[in-house]
């Protein structure tokens, strides 16, 4: 996975931007997720949104997407020096 490495070669990555993934890819469902969303979006590709958690030292996350995401996703508002 493309975000796992970076988070290992580059611990103190300071920005970030996500953009809507191709058609059958989407991040995982967060917090409280639309279930009519889940159920029309079952057999895409999931991708862990999760490890943004790593960077540490992030200072920038721009979010550009709206039908990649679905639910609440709290662990984004973590970050110490965003």
């Known amino acids: ?3 796992r490495a ?3 070669a580059l611990p103190n990555l300071q ?10 890819h989407r991040f995982v469902d967060g ?5 009519s969303m ?3 979006t079952a057999n895409e590709t999931i991708h862990d949104i999760n490890i943004i958690t790593n960077f540490r ?5 721009h979010v550009h997407t709206h039908s ?3 639910g609440r996703y709290p662990f984004l508002f973590n970050f110490q020096l965003l």
């Open 31 to 35: 917090e409280d997720p639309d279930e």
């Open 68 to 70: 990649s995401m679905n």
């Open 38 to 40: 889940t159920a029309a």
């Open 6 to 8: 970076m988070a290992t």
């Open 57 to 61: 030292k992030l200072r920038e996350l």
């Open 15 to 24: 920005e970030i931007n996500l953009h809507d993934m191709e058609y059958g």
């Open 1 to 3: 996975n493309a975000m």
